[in-house]
């Protein structure tokens, strides 16, 4: 069965400052697809970044950019330039495949101090 | 275009009581899923719609929990009886076919049960 975990259940970062969110998986699959969705409070959670298993390149949105360790089944988030609308539960989600169920982790709650 | 959409969005119900929590999906999207997050836990799949047949319903607690998808459009989830443990956040996904694998997410039902 698949895994997620994330280490860090709260963050906290200075406004314009750069932080990493981590987040590892276990599984057996080769191919498989990887996210980070962020819920902002009272919001709804929407898809910041993905990550195809079979891409080396690791995945870049803007700010957004992962770092993507696929021996070491590594899927941390860095936001740079943060600022104060970053700040929201990011969780950290697998899928085998596009029709598969999203697996999630615990969730990181990051706070972005102004 | 018109995101997903659940309703109600904080449903309070002593034990005992019968509670159908409703999910629309984008339109045009054949597929439906319903997650639950209880008692601050992770974000856990329960079952996957293709149009109106159920594809995936292993995540499903147990027999009290029933959910429809009449027509392929939106979609029901009924808990009947309502358990305390039932208690947490009820969200629906929705996401076209195809091998495009975002899955969009509606604001999620809070379920609290007394």
């Known amino acids: 069965a698949q895994t997620v975990t994330q280490s860090q259940p709260e963050m906290s970062v200075q406004e314009a400052e750069t932080v990493t969110l981590s987040c590892t998986y276990d599984t057996s699959e080769s191919d498989y697809y990887l996210f980070w969705y962020k819920q902002p409070p009272s919001r709804q959670m929407i898809l910041v970044i993905r990550?195809?298993?079979?891409?080396?390149q690791n995945a870049t949105e803007n700010r957004f950019s992962v770092n993507f360790q696929k021996a070491a089944k590594s899927f941390s988030l860095k936001i740079s330039d943060s600022q104060l609308g970053d700040a929201a539960m990011y969780f950290c989600a697998f899928t085998k495949t596009s029709y598969d169920k999203v697996i999630f982790g615990p969730g990181t709650s990051l706070s972005v101090i102004p | 275009e018109a995101g997903v959409t659940q309703f109600p969005s904080h449903s309070v119900i002593e034990k005992g009581q019968t509670v159908t929590l409703r999910c629309d999906p984008i339109s045009g999207h054949d597929n439906l899923y319903w997650y639950r997050r209880v008692m601050g836990k992770e974000i856990k799949f329960l079952l996957h719609f293709v149009k109106e047949s159920k594809q995936d319903e292993s995540g499903m607690p147990n027999n009290r929990f029933l959910a429809e998808r009449t027509g392929g459009t939106y979609s029901t989830l009924k808990v009947q009886p309502a358990e305390l443990e039932d208690s947490g956040v009820y969200f629906c996904?929705?996401?076209?076919?195809?091998?495009?694998?975002?899955?969009?997410f509606g604001p999620g039902t809070r379920l609290t049960v007394l």
């Open positions: 996904a929705s996401r076209r076919g195809g091998i495009y694998n975002e899955q969009f």
């Open positions: 990550q195809e298993a079979y891409k080396q």
